[in-house]
């Protein structure tokens, strides 16, 4: 199996997409409001500059979403019917002129993407284990001015009109399988993931914000199958790519600055060991659930086809891990060659 994985400098505003072309998007925005991501905005529309300048959060705020607007019609127009979009955002806190409010960025989002004709489907909290003491801010041991601390962000989950329909019987989306333990964790309403180290310098991880691999391989692995395009209209240092690459998808990523893209090749070398890490790791874990089950007097009803263990399902025989055997550069981007995972 062969995927590829195009990269380009460009606006999420006009994407170079024809329509109906991507099966699935992931992705994490620059955040209104959280001030490492005021000068982008402001370079987009200066407004938002003014707006600061002027202490009107609430104007800002709105124009903030006023830029991302457009990147959300691009998204339903290149969407293919049935497609999902996954939205990645925290929400803000700030003091300005106006007072300290909390910018329901969440909110603002499942509206507009709402408005352009998506469906919003329940969405998930992804909360970041912290081991700082500090639960609250403010007016510290006494009532009534302190307030919680944010600890969470929100995976948007959208679908583009009724659910996709695949062939009867499709091999890609069988040999795409899920475990039915793993569906138990991935589909529930709360993750708790740590974030993850990027290893770039400050000035790009700045720049970033990116989540850990683990966010957009799940959602890859829950809402796509093999031979699926993925698209990251805010691709920053290429973690959604690296995981469509991992997970057996094609890609599409869109940056405007250059410095983050350059990052992404050294990264995606690291593919062909992430690949057969994840892959052994959600094997190993399935054997494993399987010796529980049967300790606890509850037997799997089938046997996997590929692999010398049962599953839950008849929907998990046909299941299929597939690892990155090697990647090249190409004119546009990547292409990788993957192998079956014994």
């Known amino acids: 199996m062969e995927t590829t994985h195009r990269v380009r400098t460009g606006d999420a505003r006009t994407l170079e997409c024809p329509d109906d072309s991507v099966e699935l998007v992931v992705t994490s925005p620059p955040y209104p409001m959280i001030e490492m991501w005021d000068d982008i905005f402001t370079e987009l ?3 938002i500059g003014a707006a600061l300048d002027d202490g009107d959060g609430d104007r800002a705020f ?32 700030r003091s300005l002129e106006d007072g300290f409010r909390s910018y329901p960025n969440h909110a603002e989002i499942t509206d507009r993407l709402t408005d352009h004709g998506l469906r919003a489907l329940p969405d998930i909290l992804w909360r970041k284990p912290t ?50 333990e793993e569906r138990n964790e991935w589909f529930s309403d709360l993750w708790e993931l740590p974030g993850e180290t990027q290893n770039l310098d400050d000035g790009l991880r700045d720049r970033s914000g990116a989540f850990p691999l683990t966010v957009p391989y799940r959602l890859i692995s829950m809402f796509s199958v093999y031979g699926d395009t993925v698209l990251d209209p805010f ?56 010796e529980h089950r049967r300790a ?47």
């Open 45 to 47: 529309d200066p407004a």
């Open 131 to 180: 081991n700082s003491g500090a639960k609250f801010m403010g007016s510290g041991m006494v009532p009534p001015n302190a307030y919680p601390t944010l600890e969470h962000e929100h995976i948007l989950v959208f679908r583009n009109g009724e659910r996709r329909r695949l062939e009867p019987g499709a091999d890609r989306r069988y040999e795409s399988a899920y475990f039915w």
């Open 235 to 290: 691709l920053g240092t290429g973690t959604t790519t690296l995981a469509a690459m991992v997970a057996g998808r094609n890609s599409v990523g869109v940056d405007r600055d250059p410095d983050l893209l350059s990052a992404l090749e050294d990264r995606v070398a690291t593919a062909p060991e992430r690949s057969r890490t994840i892959a052994r790791e959600r094997l190993a874990d399935h054997r494993s659930w399987v």
């Open 62 to 93: 709105t124009l903030m979403h006023e830029v991302l607007d457009a990147v959300w019609a691009e998204i339903e127009r290149v969407l293919v019917p049935g497609g999902i979009a996954c939205i990645n955002v925290g929400d803000a806190t």
């Open 296 to 342: 606890d007097g509850k037997e799997p009803g089938y046997e996997a086809e590929q692999y010398d263990f049962a599953v839950n399902t008849k929907q998990e025989q046909r299941i299929q891990f597939y690892a990155v055997d090697a990647v090249t550069a190409t004119d546009d981007g990547f292409r990788a060659v993957h192998e079956p995972v014994e």
